[in-house]
C-alpha cells in the first residue's frame, strides 16, 4: 500500500475514533460555566500581561475567542472537536518520531481512550486546553527534531511556540529539557550543542520566572490567578487517584453505566462503528512492534517533567493530564505487550471496552450541557418576573429529587455534575444573568423552602469545603420572590 493511502487510512481511522468515542451525539447545549463568567470581562489586550502576569496569553486567547464566536454554542463545539483532532494527530506523529507507525498508531488509540482526560471533551473552556497543549506538544516535537536534521526555522517555530505557551498555561514548563534524554540511535548531537539548543528555552524560563514572581517586576496591578502550593503528597495523590484511585473508578463505572441509558438507536450506530474500528485496528496491529528499547527511560523523563507542575499546584484535573498521558499510554501498551499473551486479540476488546467506557461519558456529558441549557433558558423566559423580584432562589433541591445523576446521592453534589460531567456553577448562572441584563441577587438553596406566614424559610448554601456543604437559614419576604425549581426548569419537558 502506498505511504499516501496509509496515511488517508490512518486519519479516517482517527476521524472516527474522535468523534464517535467523545462526541456523539453531535452536540453540547451550553457553554461552560467559566465562559458565561469570563465572557462578561473587559476586554484588555495586552493589559493582561499587567492584570493576569502568569497567564497573559490565556486571557488574550479567550478574548479573540469570544469576539469571533460570541455565544454561538455550535462554533466552539465544532472548534473543540477540531482541537481534539489535531490534539490526537499531533500525538500520533509525536510516537512516530520514536516508533513505526503501525506502533505509533496503537498507542495513540490508547491516548485517545484514556479515561483520565475525559473531561477535554466535554465543553467550550476546554479549547484552550486542548490547543495550548498541542502547541506544547509541537514544540518540544520541533526541538527533538532538529536534532536529527537541523533547520533554523522550526527551530525558531519551537522557541516562539514555547514563549506562547509558557504565559498561556503553565503545563509544558519543563518539557524543553527532555533534549537531554533524546537519544536516538541516529542521534548523535552532543551534550554541548544540547545545550545552546536549549539556552533560549532556559531564557524563557527564567523570564517568565521572574515575571511571576515579583508580578511583572512590581507593575502589574493584577495578581496571578493560580498560586503555586507546594503540596507534594497531596499533589502526588492526586495524581494517583486520577489513574488506579476513586476519580478512575468512578469514570470506567459511569461510562460503562451510561451506555446502557443511551437511546437504542445511537446504541446501534456505536456497535456498527466500534466493530469497524476494531476491525481497522487488528489489521495494522498485525506489524506493531517496539523495536527500540530505548525509549523508557524517555517517557519516564517524560512524565515526570509533565506531572511536576501538577504536584507544586498541590492537586490535578483531567484537562492537565493530557502530556503525562502521552507517557501513560505508552507504558501502558508496554506492559500488555510484554504480559499479554494473544496481544492483538486481546487488544481489539481493550478497544471495544474502551470505545464503550468513552461513549458512555459522552453521553454524560452531552445530557450535561443539556440540563444547564434548561436551567438558563428558564432564567431568561422569565426575565421580566426575575427583574420585578428582589431574589431570585435557584432550588437545587428539586432537581436533586427528580434527577437520576449520581451512584451515591452525596450532599455536596447540589446537581452541578451528572454522573461526574459538570452541569453549572454559582459563577456560570451570574455570568449569564449579567449577560441578559439581569441584576438580582442569586441565593442558592439545598432544601425545599418552607413557608411560614408571609416568610420563607430558606436553607442557603454559602459554600462547599471538604465534601460539605456550608449553609445557614435565612428568612425572607415571599412576596417578591422568583423561585427557579424543578417544575419552572422543566415546564416544556416531561422528563429529562
Not at 499516501?4 to 490512518?10: D, S
Not at 503553565?170 to 518539557?175: A, K, N, P, T, V
Not at 483531567?318 to 502521552?326: D, E
Amino acid at each position: 500500500m502506498k505511504l499516501n493511502n496509509l496515511n488517508k487510512i490512518y486519519f479516517f481511522y482517527f476521524f472516527i475514533l474522535v468523534i464517535f468515542s467523545h462526541f456523539i451525539p453531535f452536540e453540547r447545549s451550553s457553554l461552560a460555566p467559566d465562559d458565561y463568567s469570563l465572557m462578561m470581562n473587559n476586554t484588555n489586550g495586552l493589559e493582561n500581561f499587567l492584570i493576569y502576569p502568569d497567564r497573559p496569553i490565556l486571557y488574550i486567547f479567550l478574548e479573540l475567542l469570544y469576539f469571533i464566536f460570541g455565544d454561538e454554542n455550535f462554533l466552539y463545539f465544532i472548534f473543540l472537536v477540531f482541537l481534539n483532532l489535531f490534539n490526537v494527530l499531533v500525538v500520533f506523529y509525536f510516537y512516530n518520531l520514536f516508533i513505526n507507525k503501525e506502533t505509533s498508531l496503537i498507542i495513540t488509540t490508547i491516548y485517545s481512550l484514556l479515561f483520565v482526560k475525559l473531561e477535554i471533551f466535554h465543553n467550550s473552556i476546554m479549547i484552550h486546553i486542548c490547543l495550548v497543549t498541542t502547541l506544547y506538544l509541537i514544540s518540544l516535537y520541533l526541538l527533538l527534531k532538529i536534532t536529527l536534521n537541523y533547520n533554523r526555522l522550526l527551530y525558531f517555530l519551537s522557541i516562539v511556540l514555547f514563549l506562547l505557551c509558557i504565559f498561556w498555561y503553565e503545563i509544558g514548563f519543563f518539557l524543553p529539557f527532555l533534549i537531554f534524554f533524546y537519544n536516538q540511535d541516529k542521534n548523535k548531537v552532543k551534550l554541548n550543542t544540547k545545550i545552546l539548543l536549549l539556552l533560549p528555552f532556559i531564557v524563557i524560563i527564567l523570564l517568565y520566572s521572574l515575571i511571576r514572581i515579583t508580578n511583572f517586576f512590581g507593575y502589574a496591578y493584577g495578581e496571578e490567578t493560580h498560586s503555586i502550593n507546594i503540596n507534594l503528597i497531596y499533589g502526588i495523590y492526586d495524581f494517583i487517584n486520577h489513574h488506579f484511585g476513586t476519580y478512575a473508578i468512578r469514570n470506567i463505572l459511569y461510562g460503562l453505566y451510561q451506555f446502557t441509558n443511551i437511546d437504542i438507536l445511537y446504541i446501534l450506530l456505536f456497535i456498527f462503528i466500534n466493530s469497524i474500528l476494531c476491525l481497522l485496528l487488528f489489521k495494522f496491529n498485525k506489524n506493531n512492534n517496539l523495536e527500540n528499547k530505548n525509549l523508557n527511560f524517555f517517557f519516564f523523563m517524560l512524565l515526570i517533567f509533565s506531572i511536576i507542575p501538577i504536584i507544586l499546584n498541590g492537586e490535578a484535573g483531567g484537562r492537565n493530564l493530557l502530556i503525562s498521558s502521552i507517557s501513560i499510554s505508552y507504558f501502558i501498551y508496554k506492559i500488555l505487550k510484554l504480559f499479554v499473551k494473544n496481544f492483538n486479540n486481546i487488544f481489539v476488546i481493550f478497544l471495544f471496552v474502551g470505545l464503550l467506557i468513552s461513549q458512555g461519558n459522552s453521553w454524560s456529558q452531552y445530557k450535561a450541557s443539556k440540563l444547564q441549557k434548561l436551567i438558563l433558558e428558564s432564567l431568561y423566559a422569565n426575565k421580566e418576573k426575575i427583574i420585578n423580584s428582589d431574589y431570585v432562589i435557584f432550588n437545587t433541591f428539586s432537581l436533586k429529587e427528580k434527577i437520576n445523576f449520581s451512584f451515591t446521592n452525596k450532599e455536596f453534589n447540589l446537581i452541578n455534575t451528572y454522573f461526574g460531567a459538570q452541569v453549572w456553577e454559582i459563577w456560570g448562572i451570574k455570568g449569564f444573568m449579567k449577560s441578559k441584563n439581569i441584576y438580582n441577587e442569586l441565593i442558592i438553596i439545598n432544601k425545599n423552602p418552607i413557608y411560614d406566614s408571609d416568610k420563607v424559610i430558606l436553607s442557603k448554601v454559602t459554600g462547599i469545603s471538604n465534601y460539605s456543604i456550608q449553609e445557614k437559614q435565612i428568612e425572607l419576604s415571599n412576596k417578591n420572590l422568583f423561585i427557579l425549581d424543578y417544575e419552572k426548569i422543566f415546564l416544556k419537558q416531561s422528563n429529562f
